[in-house]
């Protein structure tokens, strides 16, 4: 035992770590001085691999490979067994392939009489005897929009128990069949998992598949069918001129209706509005719509008629004269001509115009124009020509209200002094829209004839 102190400083020192050494003893440093050179010649020793796939099933034939490492292998000195496998051909090559009859956690091994002692093994998994899964699937309709429902059909393959479905904007659902709706249009990665029996790993028992699917934008909701038509209602003692409105509702449906009329020369706001049903099939006539519907008792202006359905109203108009003094004891005086009315895809642009042909001035006939805007305002510019084309006049910059109308009586036509005959007039809108019709009276005969504005 050591002495500490008959030690100096520095010896002290020293006896203090040969005291350490001393304690831990000579078997335990002869030990830890081995293990390195043990680790060594461990890596040094005749060693085994074998090679080949960790997944088959049932009947498949699999092919393994064994290599020897730090040894020198006899060539046809392989050996090798398996776990309820039968392995196919010569036993002692370096490759077999083996076959399983039963299903399960299974072994390979393989040794060599060149090497000694050392195995080499390779754990196999079998499975039962069924396809591979495949996963597939089909989506109709194949240009979805935002807010339609997608069909999505599976079309996988293989001993399938489950279907999952992930539609890419966090929703899911299960099942061979699933419909969704996506509530916006953008790229969507839809997929499919499918899984079988057991649920090892793929392709026995998972499998899935990915489609990248647009889903557009819905196309805007169209506009009202709207129909527009002049309308008057004069009153002289007991005669009432009118124009009898006609509605026809060619749909299976009850069709809902909003009428508004819109005096000459006012702006949108001051305008008068109805509303009314029409059943299926159904024609209803007014005789006096200005004053049944909107109680007026003396107006001039248009009258709107819109309506949801693309289908259509079909409206009608006819200038008629009422007698009111013997519409109680005869028919009324009816003479006129039946019109249609002018549809609100018959609007002209910023850029287009509208034509209006037929049109005649002269002593014994007169025109109107009327100008309507369904819209926000226009500013037209009306240009008159002869039949052959050349100029006659022409009013620049002409507006019309947001949903205005304008009225141009025969006294304000741009025409030559002492004109009499036939016109066209050309509408060039410069901006906003217009609808554009004509009112030709002829005294002689007696008749009224409506002319509608054609974009051109």
Not at 171 to 196: M, P
Request: hydrophobic share 40%; net charge neutral.
């Amino acid at each position: 035992m050591p002495v500490h102190s008959r030690r100096s400083l520095g010896r002290h020192a020293f006896t203090r770590h040969a005291t350490a050494r001393h304690l831990l003893g000579p078997g335990l440093l002869l030990l830890a001085a081995l293990l390195p050179v043990a680790a060594r010649a461990q890596d040094d020793l005749p060693a085994i691999e074998v090679s080949g796939p960790t997944e088959g099933i049932f009947g498949q034939r699999l092919t393994f490979t064994a290599t020897a490492r730090n040894c020198t292998a006899a060539e046809n000195g392989w050996g090798w067994s398996t776990t309820s496998g039968h392995v196919i051909g010569a036993n002692n090559a370096a490759v077999v392939d083996v076959i399983w009859s039963t299903t399960g956690q299974m072994t390979v091994r393989a040794a060599n009489s060149g090497c000694g002692p050392a195995v080499g093994r390779l754990r196999v998994t079998i499975h039962p005897n069924t396809p591979p899964l495949v996963a597939a699937f089909t989506s109709a309709p194949a240009a979805p929009v935002a807010g339609e429902a997608v069909t999505f059909t599976s079309t996988a393959s293989g001993g399938i128990t489950s279907q999952l479905w992930d539609f890419g904007d966090g929703a899911t659902a299960s099942g061979a069949q699933a419909s969704h709706t996506f509530s916006s249009g953008g790229s969507y990665t839809v997929s499919l998992a499918v899984a079988g029996p057991g649920c090892a790993p793929a392709p026995f028992c998972e499998a899935s598949a990915s489609q990248l699917l647009v889903v557009g934008e819905p196309e805007p909701p169209p506009p009202p069918r709207q129909y527009l038509f002049g309308a008057l209602r004069k009153r002289s003692g007991d005669t009432v001129r009118a124009l009898p409105l006609l509605l026809y509702n060619p749909d299976q449906q009850p069709m809902d209706l909003l009428l508004r009329f819109v005096a000459v020369g006012s702006a949108r706001g001051s305008e008068h509005a109805a509303s009314l049903t029409l059943e299926p099939n159904r024609t209803l006539r007014l005789d006096d719509p200005l004053h049944a519907l909107f109680g007026l008792l003396d107006a001039t202006g248009v009258v709107v008629v819109e309506g949801a359905s693309i289908g259509g109203v079909l409206p009608a108009a006819q200038l008629e004269s009422l007698d009111e003094s013997v519409a109680a004891t005869a028919a009324p005086r009816r003479t006129g001509q039946l019109v249609a009315a002018l549809g609100g895809s018959a609007k002209a642009g910023a850029g287009q115009r509208q034509v209006l042909v037929g049109l005649r001035q002269d002593a014994s006939s007169r025109t109107v124009l009327w100008l309507h805007s369904p819209g926000d305002g226009a500013r037209v510019d009306l240009v008159y020509r002869d039949l052959d084309g050349v100029e006659l006049g022409r009013l620049s910059g002409f507006t019309v209200a947001p949903w205005g109308v304008r009225q141009v009586a025969p006294a304000r036509h741009p025409l030559p002094a002492g004109f009499a005959g036939r016109f066209t007039v050309e509408v060039l809108v410069e901006s906003g829209e217009v609808l554009t019709a004509a009112q030709l009276t002829s005294t002689k005969p007696a008749a009224v004839v409506y002319v509608a504005g054609e974009t051109r």
